[in-house]
């Protein structure tokens, strides 16, 4: 899961300069006194008390954090206390999205137990364009030590340039609205609704699936035909 910083700072030079992204952190599942969440916004590497540490060791914990405007997240980078520690994050994932109700996943692996920072490569493309995010939510799933998850420190790494945000929100929002009709569509024909669905199909210009398997539905389902179906079937490895 580690990755260099550089390495995706080169890919993304093209597109938007990747800088270090302002956040605030929004809602956690838990803490204990004096550790509290909003402290991973510090970097204290000799220092044992500035860091999130969960009330409970049981999985999963999580803290959501919101960053101020809208953005392209490339990266996170965690930072851990100078020596390895039973509480450090062993096995997470990384969830993101504009609404934090609505979050995809953006990474999953693990961290190692030493004192050395770690960059996390993070899934930052939908459909070949750039996917913005508002919200990221930081899910722990395992500790090295079987005790509580303690984080000590998060940075978020991405583009800001407002045109390529911008842009990549309005692609977002198009593909949720395709996704919502294609849905949808799905229940229409999974309940018979010929009528509605051919009416729905045309008024949005949008296909369920591949041609193939649209023709194939009407064959094998709604005309019991299987001559017909096999024919398609061969079309298809052909």
Known sequence: MAASSSKFKEENSSSGNVTRLSYDVVEWSSYSPG?????????????LTSRWLSESG??????????????????????????????NVHKLKIMGGMNSEY??????????????????????????????????????????????????????????????????AHRLKEFQQEEAVRLCLKHLRQNDYQEAFASLQKQAHLDLEHPLLT???????????????????????S
């Open 103 to 168: 979050l995809v996943r953006l990474a999953e692996g693990e961290l190692k137990n030493d004192g050395c920072s770690e960059t996390i490569a993070l899934r930052h493309t939908l459909k070949n364009g750039p996917f913005p995010c508002l919200y990221v939510k930081i899910v722990l799933l395992d500790t090295w030590g079987q005790t509580n998850f303690s984080l000590w420190h998060v940075d978020l790494l991405g583009i800001t340039d407002p045109s390529i945000v911008k842009g990549a």
């Open 215 to 237: 023709e194939l539905h009407h064959e094998l389902v709604q005309e019991g035909d299987y001559t017909k179906a096999e024919l398609i079937f061969t079309r298809a490895v």
């Open 58 to 87: 049981r999985p999963p914990q999580h803290v959501t954090l919101q960053l101020s405007h809208p953005a392209i997240v490339t990266e996170a980078v965690f930072g851990k206390y100078c020596r390895p520690h039973a509480c």
């Open 35 to 47: 550790y509290h969440p909003k402290l991973i916004k510090e970097n204290k590497p000799d220092d």
